[in-house]
């Protein structure tokens, strides 16, 4: 390889000496390149602008301490100054940083004499919060209590949630000094973590701090403050949840047994205390608060079962208790009692009756439910088992006796002595004559809840929720109560419900996506949807199921009560609710989009292609005098979009036939009902006039051509043989025997005939249409020919040009490779003629040297002669 390039080398040597030009060519165009990418560096640098120092985010008014720079070794010196400190690192640029320096420096202005408010710039690159922390989002809340910390704020940026994180920091535990106060502190739906401490001994007990650490790590995993904790010190008071030793941790709870941490199996410290408490807590509702940027948590809930949304009003900073929260809570607690000993103080109809229900559909009305319940007497109550089978079959009117088939203990009993009854009320039956098996059955007749679309076909019809007010139902012989139909119930269906709770003010999205109507901007006690006056809304979503239900409230109820028979309505074996449907007119609706009507609406021309919503899908589809071709497409689908022009020139052909609606609806926006659905887009489904139940779907594996379109509606259209006759002229039909067939097949024949007349005829003014663009066609062809022509006769001249410019180019090149070759002969010529010059040179001077070398010796020898 060496040897190659050595070759090479010698050879590049060899031709730069013989041609000495090409050597300083080349040496002429290295200093040229070295030159120019010089020059070219040396503008690069002047171009790229250093960057501007950053300014002040925060204004100089507000209580922060802004350090813009990015000073991070100064905010440890600011923490040591203040018992609790706030550290908001921003981006300048960020968007979502702006908004939320408006809602911290609201924030700053309340509690800048109890909290330092520290903002660092984090995006300088030059700072050191750039150089040490790695953030891939902004803005970030860092909150320290004392050396404790930090504790991030994962919440909404609003200055009422931001004011209430800050203010559980700085209190992270409640004192109970005395029983009322902790009673009042156990009453809440919350998970309550209560410590006892004595501080007679020492100024601060040892365990304490790890309390009060356990409290802020609660604050870490949950920024609402789910669990709440409470510290008592008087013994009078621990004695009143059995705590009798000091240092004790105790974690009540409502369903369940409460419990103490064991200090023998755990160490007592911060991290074990809050794992504990998060192990063992009760929780029956869940705050939901969705980021608002993609994220799977509604994702990961709605998995685990079907699901209770509701949005509230919520104020954070609310002096006083959230009255609907708590209505909610009492429902969801009562939902959760299995065991009735354990029920919210708020559940004033609260009996110590067990029992299990079931709802079973009336033979003769399919609007009708009556509720089979039976109570347990309180001397069964301590029975180790339950069960309750009713059967599904049913004969008879309003006699219930027969729903009610078997009814067993841990002992086997018969209940063959049931007392059949025709009331709405209550039957007493014994089970034979023992008085520890007497049961009481209630059976109620009601109404189920109605939506929107069936209230308004039947606006005489007042809605009302399953249970009846107790006034209009016979009191039962029992102490059976209205409240006692939701408690419990989570342990008697397997349709079990998981609460949540959702702020409606920054959820409002999800809401209407769900269904709810009105404004957002208005205000909490306006309307908000589900026709509701306090600005709540409530739905029920079964993700395995793929159906939501939607809770339409009667003004005239409170929402404990529709809570209640919204729960049992779908908790019943044979539940009434219907699926709610969200069309693309209730999303702009809940938008707050105005749809103002047209005054020329009833002048404007009939549409081509009918678009198609949830509320206008049914009626249209389903009117029996009209043949639907339906076509099925979604925004985001591009093989809809090729498909477009050839619906457009079917609808076109179409147009003057009124028996035939080309129409097509976005299944991407609009719900429909499960038996009108697809499984792909796009798809294009026939619904015949008379004959809605045989509607056929186009073939997948024909092509969607207009021909392919015209030959299956032709092939599949209702005719009038389907129609539905009245009673007297179906019997005249009958009596006239084979006319009468042969006559409607005459007039479905001279229909078909007058339809393909039009269509005849439009398809002649097509080919007209057609004739006429082949005619322009043509001429236009003849004169690209034309031109084409004259294109072609340039090119042969181009060529010819092109032809003789090679010729002569190439005498030029012949004539210079001419020169050069005369200029190396005379080059070579010159050499030589060098090398003879310098050999005559050396030769002459070599005669000379001979000559005076002879004429010194004649000198010496005549010297030596003398």
């Not at 609660?218 to 013994?235: E, I, M, P, S, Y």
């Not at 209770?308 to 954070?316: A, E, M, R, S, V």
């Not at 693309?584 to 404007?604: A, F, I, L, N, V």
Request: aromatic letters at 8%; proline letters at 6%.
């Amino acid at each position: 390889m060496l040897r190659r390039v050595r070759q090479s080398l010698r050879q590049v040597l060899f031709l730069m000496a013989r041609r000495p030009g090409l050597l300083c060519g080349a040496i002429v165009l290295g200093v040229l390149l070295v030159l120019a990418v010089k020059f070219t560096c040396s503008r690069a640098k002047n171009v790229v602008a250093a960057a501007r120092p950053p300014v002040r985010f925060f204004s100089a008014e507000a209580p922060v301490v802004d350090l813009y720079m990015g000073q991070l070794d100064q905010v440890e010196r600011l923490r040591s100054m203040a018992e609790v400190s706030l550290i908001f690192f921003y981006a300048p640029w960020c968007a979502h940083s702006m908004a939320g320096r408006q809602e911290v420096q609201q924030v700053a202005k309340k509690l800048a004499k109890q909290v330092q408010f520290v903002a660092v710039n984090c995006w300088w690159s030059q700072g050191k919060c750039r150089k040490q922390n790695r953030f891939y989002q902004y803005p970030i809340i860092h909150l320290f209590y004392r050396r404790f910390g930090p504790i991030e704020y994962k919440g909404p940026f609003s200055a009422p949630y931001v004011e209430s994180f800050i203010l559980r920091v700085i209190t992270p535990l409640t004192y109970l000094p005395s029983r009322a106060t902790l009673k009042e502190f156990l009453s809440y739906h919350e998970p309550r973590v209560v410590g006892f401490f004595q501080f007679n001994s020492s100024p601060q007990p040892p365990g304490y701090i790890t309390y009060l650490s356990s409290a802020l790590q609660a604050l870490k995993r949950d920024f609402r403050g789910a669990v709440r904790f409470g510290v008592v010190t008087n013994k009078q008071v621990a004695e009143a949840i059995a705590l009798q030793e000091d240092e004790t941790v105790y974690l009540y709870r409502r369903l369940n047994s409460s419990l103490i941490f064991p200090r023998s199996e755990r160490n007592f410290t911060s991290e074990a205390i809050c794992s504990w408490v998060f192990e063992h807590h009760e929780t029956v509702l869940h705050w939901l608060q969705p980021p608002g940027t993609k994220s799977r948590l509604l994702e990961r809930e709605l998995t685990k079962g079907p699901a209770l949304l509701l949005f509230l009003p919520h104020n954070p900073l609310g002096s006083s208790p959230n009255l609907l929260l708590q209505q909610v809570a009492d429902i969801a607690v009562r939902y959760h009692s299995c065991d009735n000993k354990n029920h919210s103080s708020l559940d004033k109809g609260f009996t110590s009756h067990s029992q299990c229900c079931q709802s079973v559909l009336l033979p003769e009305s399919s609007t009708s439910v009556c509720e089979v319940c039976l109570s347990l007497s309180q001397s069964l109550l301590t029975s180790s088992s339950v069960c309750c089978s009713f059967s599904s079959t049913s004969q008879g009117g309003d006699v219930l006796q027969s729903y009610l088939r078997h009814c067993c203990l841990h002992q086997e009993s018969d209940p063959a002595s049931i007392k059949p009854t025709t009331s709405l009320g209550c039957s007493n039956f014994l089970n034979g004559y023992s008085p520890f098996s007497q049961y009481s059955a209630c059976c109620r007749k009601v109404k189920p809840q109605l939506n929107e679309s069936q209230a308004k076909e039947e606006p005489d019809m007042q809605r009302v929720p399953l249970t009846p007010p107790s006034s209009s139902i016979p009191p039962p012989s029992g102490p059976l109560q209205e409240g006692d139909g939701i408690t419990g119930l989570w342990c008697q269906t397997n349709r079990t419900l998981r609460f949540y709770v959702l702020d409606v003010a920054l959820n409002w999205p999800l809401a209407v996506r769900l269904g709810a109507t009105g404004n957002k901007s208005a205000s909490p006690h306006q309307e908000a949807g589900g026709g509701s006056g306090d600005g709540s809304f409530a739905a029920i979503v079964n993700l395995k199921d793929e159906v939501h239900y939607v809770l339409h409230r009667n003004p005239e109820t409170t929402l404990t009560e529709s809570l209640e028979a919204f729960i049992r309505n779908f908790s019943a074996p044979y539940s009434l609710l219907q699926r709610h449907l969200v069309g693309e007119e209730d999303r702009k609706e809940g938008e707050g989009e105005t749809r103002h009507p047209d005054k020329h609406q009833h002048s404007s021309p009939r549409p081509l292609i009918t678009e198609l919503t949830t509320s206008s899908f049914l009626p249209s589809v389903m009117d029996v005098q009209k043949d639907v071709l339906l076509f099925y497409y979604t925004q985001w689908c591009g093989f809809c979009s090729v498909l477009n022009h050839v619906l457009i020139q079917l609808a076109r052909l179409l147009q003057g036939n009124s028996t035939i609606t080309v129409a097509r609806v976005n299944v991407a926006r609009n719900d429909l009902p499960w038996e009108f659905m697809v499984d792909h887009v796009p798809s294009i489904l026939l619904f015949p006039k008379y004959r809605k139940h045989f509607s056929v779907k186009f073939p997948d594996d024909l092509p969607i051509t207009l021909p392919n379109l015209l030959r299956f509606i032709l092939q599949h259209s209702g005719s009038v043989q389907y129609a539905d006759k009245p009673a007297a002229s179906s019997s005249e039909a009958e009596g006239e025997g084979p006319g009468a067939i042969f006559r409607a097949e005459f007039l479905a024949l001279q229909h078909e005939v007058q339809t393909l007349r039009h269509a005849r005829k439009r398809l002649s003014q097509q080919l007209a249409q057609l004739w006429r663009d082949n005619r322009r066609l043509t001429f236009d062809t003849r004169t690209l020919e034309a031109e084409n022509s004259e294109l072609q006769q340039e090119r042969q001249n181009l060529e010819e040009q092109h032809r003789e410019k090679s010729r002569q180019l190439g005498e030029a090149v012949r004539r210079l490779q001419e020169l050069a070759d005369a200029s190396e002969n005379l080059l070579n010529e010159n050499t030589l003629l060098r090398v003879l010059l310098r050999a005559l040179k050396d030769r002459t001077e070599a005669k000379e040297q001979v000559e005076v070398e002879r004429k010194e010796a004649e000198q010496k020898r005549s010297h030596m002669a003398s």
